[in-house]
Protein backbone atom coordinates (compact mmCIF):
# COMPACT_ATOMS: atom_id res chain seq x y z
CA UNK A 1 0.00 0.00 0.00
CA UNK A 2 2.04 3.40 -0.64
CA UNK A 3 2.08 5.74 1.45
CA UNK A 4 1.43 9.64 1.12
CA UNK A 5 4.32 11.68 2.27
CA UNK A 6 3.23 15.40 2.98
CA UNK A 7 5.05 18.86 3.05
CA UNK A 8 6.40 19.34 6.28
CA UNK A 9 3.85 21.46 8.28
CA UNK A 10 1.39 21.37 5.28
CA UNK A 11 -2.31 21.45 6.17
CA UNK A 12 -4.09 18.06 5.09
CA UNK A 13 -6.98 17.93 2.67
CA UNK A 14 -9.44 16.34 5.66
CA UNK A 15 -11.14 18.55 8.24
CA UNK A 16 -11.52 15.60 10.44
CA UNK A 17 -8.77 14.73 12.89
CA UNK A 18 -7.31 11.25 13.55
CA UNK A 19 -6.00 10.35 17.12
CA UNK A 20 -3.82 7.23 17.18
CA UNK A 21 -3.06 5.41 19.76
CA UNK A 22 0.68 4.39 20.84
CA UNK A 23 1.96 1.57 22.25
CA UNK A 24 4.82 -1.80 21.73
CA UNK A 25 3.64 -1.69 17.86
CA UNK A 26 4.16 2.06 17.17
CA UNK A 27 6.03 4.31 19.79
CA UNK A 28 9.28 4.62 18.20
CA UNK A 29 10.85 7.93 16.28
CA UNK A 30 10.26 6.41 12.90
CA UNK A 31 6.97 4.62 13.37
CA UNK A 32 5.20 8.43 14.79
CA UNK A 33 7.38 9.74 11.98
CA UNK A 34 5.52 7.42 9.70
CA UNK A 35 2.17 7.96 11.54
CA UNK A 36 2.62 11.10 10.78
CA UNK A 37 2.75 10.73 7.43
CA UNK A 38 0.15 8.98 6.59
CA UNK A 39 -2.43 11.24 8.31
CA UNK A 40 -2.60 11.20 12.56
CA UNK A 41 -2.77 14.43 14.22
CA UNK A 42 -2.48 13.46 17.33
CA UNK A 43 -1.22 10.49 19.15
CA UNK A 44 -3.41 9.17 22.55
CA UNK A 45 -0.39 7.67 25.44
CA UNK A 46 -2.39 5.27 27.87
CA UNK A 47 -1.84 5.04 31.30
CA UNK A 48 -3.54 1.71 31.71
CA UNK A 49 -0.27 -0.12 30.23
CA UNK A 50 3.63 0.50 30.67
CA UNK A 51 5.23 2.63 33.28
CA UNK A 52 6.72 6.48 33.38
CA UNK A 53 10.20 5.58 31.99
CA UNK A 54 8.51 4.60 28.88
CA UNK A 55 5.50 6.46 28.55
CA UNK A 56 8.11 9.49 29.02
CA UNK A 57 10.30 8.41 26.04
CA UNK A 58 7.30 7.96 23.84
CA UNK A 59 6.30 12.05 24.57
CA UNK A 60 9.79 12.98 24.14
CA UNK A 61 9.55 10.45 19.98
CA UNK A 62 6.52 12.75 19.70
CA UNK A 63 8.37 15.73 20.30
CA UNK A 64 10.98 15.22 18.65
CA UNK A 65 9.06 14.03 15.34
CA UNK A 66 7.11 17.38 16.26
CA UNK A 67 9.92 19.50 15.44
CA UNK A 68 11.05 17.21 12.37
CA UNK A 69 7.79 17.53 10.71
CA UNK A 70 7.40 21.49 11.72
CA UNK A 71 3.57 20.76 12.47
CA UNK A 72 1.81 21.18 16.01
CA UNK A 73 0.96 17.48 17.19
CA UNK A 74 -1.62 17.15 20.27
CA UNK A 75 -0.66 14.23 23.00
CA UNK A 76 -3.55 13.02 25.15
CA UNK A 77 -2.41 11.11 28.53
CA UNK A 78 -5.79 8.66 29.10
CA UNK A 79 -5.81 8.03 32.72
CA UNK A 80 -6.76 4.70 33.93
CA UNK A 81 -9.62 5.48 36.01
CA UNK A 82 -11.54 3.15 38.73
CA UNK A 83 -11.70 0.24 36.84
CA UNK A 84 -13.35 -2.98 38.81
CA UNK A 85 -12.20 -6.26 39.12
CA UNK A 86 -12.50 -9.82 40.25
CA UNK A 87 -9.65 -11.46 42.22
CA UNK A 88 -7.23 -14.22 41.59
CA UNK A 89 -8.62 -18.02 41.09
CA UNK A 90 -6.91 -21.63 42.24
CA UNK A 91 -4.91 -22.36 38.65
CA UNK A 92 -5.54 -18.80 37.80
CA UNK A 93 -8.82 -19.62 35.75
CA UNK A 94 -12.21 -21.89 36.17
CA UNK A 95 -15.28 -22.27 34.21
CA UNK A 96 -18.25 -21.41 35.68
CA UNK A 97 -21.62 -22.77 34.30
CA UNK A 98 -24.56 -21.31 32.77
CA UNK A 99 -27.18 -21.72 35.26
CA UNK A 100 -25.36 -22.42 38.59
CA UNK A 101 -24.77 -20.13 41.42
CA UNK A 102 -21.78 -17.80 42.13
CA UNK A 103 -20.60 -15.81 45.21
CA UNK A 104 -18.49 -12.74 45.33
CA UNK A 105 -17.46 -12.43 48.48
CA UNK A 106 -14.83 -10.27 50.53
CA UNK A 107 -12.46 -13.45 51.39
CA UNK A 108 -9.07 -12.66 49.64
CA UNK A 109 -8.47 -16.69 49.41
CA UNK A 110 -8.14 -17.83 46.02
CA UNK A 111 -11.17 -18.33 44.10
CA UNK A 112 -13.11 -21.52 42.51
CA UNK A 113 -15.86 -22.23 40.36
CA UNK A 114 -18.49 -21.52 43.07
CA UNK A 115 -17.26 -18.23 44.44
CA UNK A 116 -14.02 -15.52 43.72
CA UNK A 117 -13.22 -12.43 45.58
CA UNK A 118 -14.85 -9.08 44.80
CA UNK A 119 -12.27 -6.82 46.60
CA UNK A 120 -14.20 -3.92 46.07
CA UNK A 121 -16.40 -3.10 49.48
CA UNK A 122 -17.82 -0.24 48.26
CA UNK A 123 -20.01 -2.50 45.58
CA UNK A 124 -21.63 -4.22 48.48
CA UNK A 125 -22.80 -1.34 50.31
CA UNK A 126 -24.66 -0.67 46.48
CA UNK A 127 -25.70 -4.07 44.36
CA UNK A 128 -28.96 -5.18 45.00
CA UNK A 129 -31.32 -8.05 44.08
CA UNK A 130 -31.63 -8.77 40.24
CA UNK A 131 -29.12 -6.34 39.18
CA UNK A 132 -26.61 -7.36 36.76
CA UNK A 133 -22.97 -8.05 37.17
CA UNK A 134 -20.41 -8.22 33.77
CA UNK A 135 -17.35 -9.80 33.65
CA UNK A 136 -14.66 -9.94 31.20
CA UNK A 137 -16.14 -7.33 28.89
CA UNK A 138 -19.80 -8.88 29.25
CA UNK A 139 -18.75 -12.42 28.24
CA UNK A 140 -20.32 -13.36 31.65
CA UNK A 141 -23.46 -12.21 33.12
CA UNK A 142 -24.15 -12.62 36.37
CA UNK A 143 -27.62 -11.11 38.42
CA UNK A 144 -28.04 -11.12 42.12
CA UNK A 145 -29.91 -13.23 44.03
CA UNK A 146 -29.49 -12.00 47.52
CA UNK A 147 -27.04 -9.02 48.52
CA UNK A 148 -25.30 -9.04 51.94
CA UNK A 149 -23.22 -6.84 53.39
CA UNK A 150 -20.16 -9.30 52.72
CA UNK A 151 -21.12 -11.53 50.04
CA UNK A 152 -23.43 -11.39 46.43
CA UNK A 153 -24.61 -14.71 45.68
CA UNK A 154 -25.65 -14.71 42.09
CA UNK A 155 -27.25 -16.84 38.97
CA UNK A 156 -25.21 -17.40 36.55
CA UNK A 157 -27.18 -16.09 33.53
CA UNK A 158 -24.22 -16.50 30.89
CA UNK A 159 -21.27 -18.70 32.05
CA UNK A 160 -17.86 -19.76 30.04
CA UNK A 161 -14.25 -19.11 31.82
CA UNK A 162 -13.61 -17.07 34.29
CA UNK A 163 -9.51 -16.15 35.11
CA UNK A 164 -7.78 -13.80 36.93
CA UNK A 165 -8.55 -10.46 37.53
CA UNK A 166 -11.26 -9.62 34.76
CA UNK A 167 -13.16 -6.24 34.73
CA UNK A 168 -16.36 -5.99 36.42
CA UNK A 169 -19.25 -4.14 34.42
CA UNK A 170 -22.01 -2.66 36.81
CA UNK A 171 -24.20 -1.32 34.64
CA UNK A 172 -27.82 -1.17 36.98
CA UNK A 173 -26.65 0.69 39.90
CA UNK A 174 -24.02 4.15 40.28
CA UNK A 175 -20.53 3.04 41.83
CA UNK A 176 -19.44 5.34 44.72
CA UNK A 177 -15.44 5.26 43.44
CA UNK A 178 -13.87 8.45 43.21
CA UNK A 179 -12.64 9.50 39.85
CA UNK A 180 -9.23 9.12 40.27
CA UNK A 181 -7.29 6.77 42.20
CA UNK A 182 -4.43 7.06 43.22
CA UNK A 183 -2.23 5.52 40.11
CA UNK A 184 -4.65 7.87 37.89
CA UNK A 185 -3.05 11.08 40.76
CA UNK A 186 0.55 10.39 40.04
CA UNK A 187 -0.31 9.51 36.19
CA UNK A 188 -1.87 13.41 35.83
CA UNK A 189 0.89 14.87 37.86
CA UNK A 190 3.19 12.84 35.23
CA UNK A 191 1.35 13.76 32.29
CA UNK A 192 1.11 17.73 33.57
CA UNK A 193 4.90 17.53 34.29
CA UNK A 194 5.48 15.95 30.55
CA UNK A 195 3.36 18.91 29.01
CA UNK A 196 0.22 16.98 27.88
CA UNK A 197 -1.81 18.78 25.82
CA UNK A 198 -4.90 16.50 26.96
CA UNK A 199 -6.28 14.69 30.22
CA UNK A 200 -8.65 11.81 28.96
CA UNK A 201 -10.43 10.89 32.35
CA UNK A 202 -12.09 7.76 32.23
CA UNK A 203 -15.16 5.86 33.92
CA UNK A 204 -17.07 9.29 34.32
CA UNK A 205 -20.16 8.71 36.29
CA UNK A 206 -20.74 12.52 37.18
CA UNK A 207 -19.95 16.30 36.93
CA UNK A 208 -18.68 15.95 39.88
CA UNK A 209 -15.96 13.36 38.67
CA UNK A 210 -15.11 16.27 35.91
CA UNK A 211 -14.43 18.95 38.34
CA UNK A 212 -12.38 17.07 41.18
CA UNK A 213 -10.01 16.32 37.87
CA UNK A 214 -10.08 20.09 36.90
CA UNK A 215 -9.09 21.08 40.44
CA UNK A 216 -5.99 18.59 40.26
CA UNK A 217 -5.18 19.55 37.27
CA UNK A 218 -4.42 23.18 38.07
CA UNK A 219 -5.07 24.91 34.94
CA UNK A 220 -2.58 23.04 33.01
CA UNK A 221 -3.56 21.23 29.98
CA UNK A 222 -6.92 20.06 28.64
CA UNK A 223 -9.73 17.99 30.14
CA UNK A 224 -10.95 15.07 27.88
CA UNK A 225 -14.53 13.53 29.63
CA UNK A 226 -14.93 9.94 28.24
CA UNK A 227 -18.47 9.04 28.15
CA UNK A 228 -18.56 5.09 28.97
CA UNK A 229 -21.26 4.50 31.74
CA UNK A 230 -24.76 4.99 31.16
CA UNK A 231 -24.91 6.80 34.46
CA UNK A 232 -22.69 9.39 32.47
CA UNK A 233 -25.49 10.47 30.41
CA UNK A 234 -28.25 11.83 32.94
CA UNK A 235 -25.14 14.09 33.66
CA UNK A 236 -24.50 14.81 29.95
CA UNK A 237 -24.98 18.67 29.58
CA UNK A 238 -23.28 19.52 32.53
CA UNK A 239 -20.12 16.81 32.12
CA UNK A 240 -20.01 18.72 29.13
CA UNK A 241 -19.80 21.99 30.27
CA UNK A 242 -17.38 21.49 32.54
CA UNK A 243 -14.67 19.73 30.36
CA UNK A 244 -13.07 21.21 27.12
CA UNK A 245 -13.59 17.77 25.06
CA UNK A 246 -15.68 15.09 25.09
CA UNK A 247 -14.98 11.31 23.99
CA UNK A 248 -17.40 8.79 22.97
CA UNK A 249 -15.65 5.58 24.57
CA UNK A 250 -17.97 2.86 23.31
CA UNK A 251 -15.86 -0.25 24.49
CA UNK A 252 -17.63 0.13 28.09
CA UNK A 253 -20.79 1.68 26.78
CA UNK A 254 -21.05 -1.32 24.33
CA UNK A 255 -20.47 -3.76 27.22
CA UNK A 256 -23.11 -1.97 29.93
CA UNK A 257 -25.63 -1.53 27.17
CA UNK A 258 -27.50 -3.14 24.96
CA UNK A 259 -25.79 -3.04 21.62
CA UNK A 260 -28.63 -1.48 19.74
CA UNK A 261 -28.29 1.13 22.00
CA UNK A 262 -24.93 2.11 21.31
CA UNK A 263 -25.10 3.94 17.76
CA UNK A 264 -28.08 6.63 18.95
CA UNK A 265 -26.33 7.36 22.17
CA UNK A 266 -23.35 8.01 20.02
CA UNK A 267 -25.41 10.87 17.68
CA UNK A 268 -26.32 12.22 21.03
CA UNK A 269 -23.32 12.85 22.59
CA UNK A 270 -21.85 13.95 19.49
CA UNK A 271 -24.67 16.27 18.60
CA UNK A 272 -24.33 17.72 22.23
CA UNK A 273 -20.96 18.15 22.01
CA UNK A 274 -20.93 20.30 18.92
CA UNK A 275 -23.53 22.32 20.40
CA UNK A 276 -21.21 23.81 22.83
CA UNK A 277 -18.19 23.85 20.19
CA UNK A 278 -15.75 21.46 22.23
CA UNK A 279 -14.23 18.97 20.13
CA UNK A 280 -15.49 15.65 20.14
CA UNK A 281 -13.69 12.01 19.21
CA UNK A 282 -15.43 8.86 18.96
CA UNK A 283 -13.15 6.51 19.88
CA UNK A 284 -13.21 2.04 20.19
CA UNK A 285 -13.08 -0.89 18.01
CA UNK A 286 -13.47 1.85 14.48
CA UNK A 287 -11.58 -1.24 12.28
CA UNK A 288 -10.76 -3.61 15.10
CA UNK A 289 -9.90 -6.07 12.18
CA UNK A 290 -7.14 -4.11 11.63
CA UNK A 291 -5.47 -5.23 14.46
CA UNK A 292 -4.00 -8.14 12.41
CA UNK A 293 -5.57 -7.66 9.21
CA UNK A 294 -4.44 -5.32 6.67
CA UNK A 295 -7.80 -4.70 5.57
CA UNK A 296 -10.70 -3.60 7.47
CA UNK A 297 -14.00 -4.87 6.92
CA UNK A 298 -17.33 -2.91 5.18
CA UNK A 299 -18.65 -2.45 8.45
CA UNK A 300 -15.65 -0.97 9.79
CA UNK A 301 -15.41 1.37 7.12
CA UNK A 302 -19.26 2.82 7.34
CA UNK A 303 -19.10 2.87 11.28
CA UNK A 304 -15.83 5.73 10.45
CA UNK A 305 -17.70 6.99 7.59
CA UNK A 306 -20.63 7.47 10.08
CA UNK A 307 -18.69 9.20 12.52
CA UNK A 308 -17.42 11.49 10.14
CA UNK A 309 -20.82 12.18 8.38
CA UNK A 310 -22.07 12.72 12.05
CA UNK A 311 -19.65 16.04 12.20
CA UNK A 312 -17.30 14.23 15.06
CA UNK A 313 -14.00 16.68 15.48
CA UNK A 314 -11.62 13.29 15.63
CA UNK A 315 -11.69 9.49 15.08
CA UNK A 316 -9.47 7.30 17.39
CA UNK A 317 -7.59 4.14 16.47
CA UNK A 318 -6.71 1.93 19.79
CA UNK A 319 -4.87 -1.09 19.79
CA UNK A 320 -4.98 -1.12 15.75
CA UNK A 321 -2.11 1.15 15.95
CA UNK A 322 -0.90 0.28 19.70
CA UNK A 323 -0.37 -3.07 19.16
CA UNK A 324 -1.61 -4.49 15.64
CA UNK A 325 0.53 -5.48 13.29
CA UNK A 326 -0.56 -2.92 10.76
CA UNK A 327 -0.23 0.36 12.64
CA UNK A 328 0.54 2.83 9.76
CA UNK A 329 -1.93 1.21 7.54
CA UNK A 330 -4.42 1.64 9.66
CA UNK A 331 -4.25 5.46 9.91
CA UNK A 332 -3.98 5.17 6.03
CA UNK A 333 -6.82 3.79 5.75
CA UNK A 334 -8.68 5.77 8.37
CA UNK A 335 -7.04 8.74 6.56
CA UNK A 336 -8.69 7.67 3.00
CA UNK A 337 -12.33 6.91 4.77
CA UNK A 338 -12.46 10.72 5.81
CA UNK A 339 -11.34 11.95 2.80
CA UNK A 340 -13.58 9.88 0.58
CA UNK A 341 -16.69 11.39 3.49
CA UNK A 342 -15.49 14.36 3.06
CA UNK A 343 -15.24 14.48 -0.94
CA UNK A 344 -19.25 13.34 -0.94
CA UNK A 345 -21.24 16.42 -2.45
CA UNK A 346 -24.07 16.01 0.49
CA UNK A 347 -21.34 16.19 3.50
CA UNK A 348 -21.57 19.64 4.55
CA UNK A 349 -25.32 19.63 4.10
CA UNK A 350 -25.64 16.18 6.60
CA UNK A 351 -22.92 17.72 9.26
CA UNK A 352 -25.24 20.72 9.48
CA UNK A 353 -28.46 18.57 10.87
CA UNK A 354 -27.21 19.17 14.11
CA UNK A 355 -28.14 22.28 15.32
CA UNK A 356 -25.49 24.45 16.95
CA UNK A 357 -27.24 27.89 18.00
CA UNK A 358 -24.69 30.76 19.26
CA UNK A 359 -24.98 31.86 22.46
CA UNK A 360 -25.87 35.67 22.71
CA UNK A 361 -22.00 36.78 22.53
CA UNK A 362 -20.22 39.11 20.42
CA UNK A 363 -17.38 36.23 19.91
CA UNK A 364 -19.97 33.58 18.46
CA UNK A 365 -22.60 36.11 16.30
CA UNK A 366 -18.88 36.52 14.26
CA UNK A 367 -18.32 32.85 13.63
CA UNK A 368 -21.77 32.51 12.62
CA UNK A 369 -21.34 35.27 10.30
CA UNK A 370 -17.89 33.81 9.25
CA UNK A 371 -19.44 30.85 8.23
CA UNK A 372 -22.41 32.23 6.73
CA UNK A 373 -20.03 34.52 4.34
CA UNK A 374 -17.81 31.60 3.34
CA UNK A 375 -21.72 29.97 2.20
CA UNK A 376 -22.37 33.03 0.27
CA UNK A 377 -18.89 34.02 -1.17
CA UNK A 378 -15.92 31.86 -2.97
CA UNK A 379 -13.97 32.13 -0.10
CA UNK A 380 -10.48 29.95 -0.26
CA UNK A 381 -9.87 30.57 3.40
CA UNK A 382 -10.95 31.48 7.18
CA UNK A 383 -7.72 33.28 9.14
CA UNK A 384 -7.88 33.11 13.14
CA UNK A 385 -5.90 35.21 15.62
CA UNK A 386 -6.30 33.09 18.75
CA UNK A 387 -4.52 33.20 22.35
CA UNK A 388 -6.51 29.93 23.90
CA UNK A 389 -7.93 28.80 21.26
CA UNK A 390 -11.64 29.50 22.23
CA UNK A 391 -12.25 31.82 18.55
CA UNK A 392 -11.08 28.77 16.85
CA UNK A 393 -13.28 26.28 18.80
CA UNK A 394 -16.39 29.02 17.85
CA UNK A 395 -16.04 28.86 14.06
CA UNK A 396 -15.08 25.41 14.25
CA UNK A 397 -18.82 24.55 15.81
CA UNK A 398 -20.26 26.30 12.76
CA UNK A 399 -18.65 23.29 10.46
CA UNK A 400 -17.53 26.58 7.77
CA UNK A 401 -17.38 25.29 3.69
CA UNK A 402 -14.06 26.88 3.81
CA UNK A 403 -10.99 25.75 5.60
CA UNK A 404 -9.23 27.26 8.74
CA UNK A 405 -5.60 28.82 9.22
CA UNK A 406 -5.52 29.00 13.38
CA UNK A 407 -2.65 31.09 14.13
CA UNK A 408 -1.30 32.02 17.37
CA UNK A 409 1.58 33.08 19.54
CA UNK A 410 1.06 29.72 21.87
CA UNK A 411 2.56 26.21 21.39
CA UNK A 412 0.36 24.80 24.04
CA UNK A 413 -2.88 26.73 21.84
CA UNK A 414 -1.47 24.91 18.42
CA UNK A 415 -1.35 21.66 19.91
CA UNK A 416 -4.76 21.53 21.83
CA UNK A 417 -6.41 22.52 18.22
CA UNK A 418 -4.85 19.63 16.54
CA UNK A 419 -8.32 17.84 17.86
CA UNK A 420 -10.43 20.33 16.46
CA UNK A 421 -12.57 20.03 13.22
CA UNK A 422 -11.38 21.47 10.18
CA UNK A 423 -7.88 23.55 11.99
CA UNK A 424 -4.85 23.66 10.86
CA UNK A 425 -3.06 25.74 13.39
CA UNK A 426 0.08 27.27 13.23
CA UNK A 427 2.75 28.69 15.76
CA UNK A 428 3.53 32.31 15.07
CA UNK A 429 4.42 35.61 16.47
CA UNK A 430 1.58 37.79 17.70
CA UNK A 431 -0.09 40.75 16.28
CA UNK A 432 -0.35 44.70 17.61
CA UNK A 433 -2.03 46.19 15.26
CA UNK A 434 -4.72 45.77 12.37
CA UNK A 435 -2.44 46.80 9.70
CA UNK A 436 0.12 43.85 10.61
CA UNK A 437 -2.96 41.49 11.15
CA UNK A 438 -3.91 42.12 8.04
CA UNK A 439 -0.34 42.12 6.03
CA UNK A 440 0.19 38.17 8.33
CA UNK A 441 -3.04 37.13 7.86
CA UNK A 442 -2.36 37.47 3.65
CA UNK A 443 1.11 36.52 3.96
CA UNK A 444 0.53 32.94 6.24
CA UNK A 445 -2.38 31.92 4.18
CA UNK A 446 -0.27 31.96 0.66
CA UNK A 447 2.60 30.30 3.05
CA UNK A 448 0.12 27.93 3.97
CA UNK A 449 -1.76 27.11 0.27
CA UNK A 450 -4.99 28.86 2.29
CA UNK A 451 -5.31 30.69 -1.12
CA UNK A 452 -3.62 32.22 -4.24
CA UNK A 453 -3.88 35.72 -6.01
CA UNK A 454 -7.21 36.95 -6.35
CA UNK A 455 -8.26 34.58 -3.43
CA UNK A 456 -10.97 36.13 -0.51
CA UNK A 457 -10.22 35.11 3.01
CA UNK A 458 -12.17 35.73 6.46
CA UNK A 459 -9.81 36.90 8.95
CA UNK A 460 -11.19 36.79 13.08
CA UNK A 461 -9.38 38.40 15.78
CA UNK A 462 -10.01 40.58 18.76
CA UNK A 463 -9.13 44.33 19.26
CA UNK A 464 -7.19 44.95 22.06
CA UNK A 465 -4.79 42.59 20.06
CA UNK A 466 -3.26 39.82 22.32
CA UNK A 467 -6.63 40.38 24.54
CA UNK A 468 -7.51 36.31 25.68
CA UNK A 469 -11.93 35.98 24.33
CA UNK A 470 -11.90 39.61 22.98
CA UNK A 471 -12.66 38.25 19.24
CA UNK A 472 -14.54 41.66 17.82
CA UNK A 473 -13.34 41.64 14.40
CA UNK A 474 -14.30 40.13 11.43
CA UNK A 475 -12.60 41.57 7.41
CA UNK A 476 -12.62 40.38 4.19
CA UNK A 477 -9.56 40.76 2.68
CA UNK A 478 -8.56 39.57 -1.38
CA UNK A 479 -4.99 38.45 -2.01
CA UNK A 480 -2.43 39.59 -4.51
CA UNK A 481 -0.13 36.94 -4.33
CA UNK A 482 2.88 39.50 -3.60
CA UNK A 483 2.23 39.46 0.04
CA UNK A 484 4.77 36.53 0.62
CA UNK A 485 7.87 38.72 0.66
CA UNK A 486 6.76 40.02 4.51
CA UNK A 487 8.87 39.31 7.28
CA UNK A 488 9.51 35.52 8.63
CA UNK A 489 7.52 34.25 11.64
Not at 230 to 250: F, N
Not at 392 to 415: Q, Y
Not at 419 to 447: N, P, Q, Y
Not at 448 to 475: E, M
Request: with cysteine; net charge neutral.
Amino acid sequence: MPEHHPRKGARRGRRVKILATLGPASDTHETIARLIEAGADAFRVNMSHGDHEGHARTIAAIRAVEKEKKRPIGVLCDLQGPKLRVGAFKGGKVTIRHGSHFTLDRDSKPGDATRVCLPHPELFDVLEKDQRLLIDDGKLQLRVLKAEKDKLVCTVEVGGVISDRKGVNVPDALVPVPALTEKDRRDLAFAIEHGADWIGLSFVQRPEDVAEARKLMGGYGALMAKIEKPSAVSGLDQIIELADGIMVARGDLGVELNPEEVPPLQKRIIEAARKTGKPVVVATQMLESMIESPSPTRAEVSDVANAVYDGADAVMLSAETAAGAWPVEAVTIMDRIASQVEGDPTYLERIHIAETPPDPTTADALALSCARIADTLPIDGVIVFTGSGSTARRVARERPSAPMLVLTPSAKTARRVTLLWGAHAVTTRDIGSFEEMIAKCKRMALRHHFGKAGSRLITLAGVPFGTPGSTNLLHVVRLTGKELDGPGE
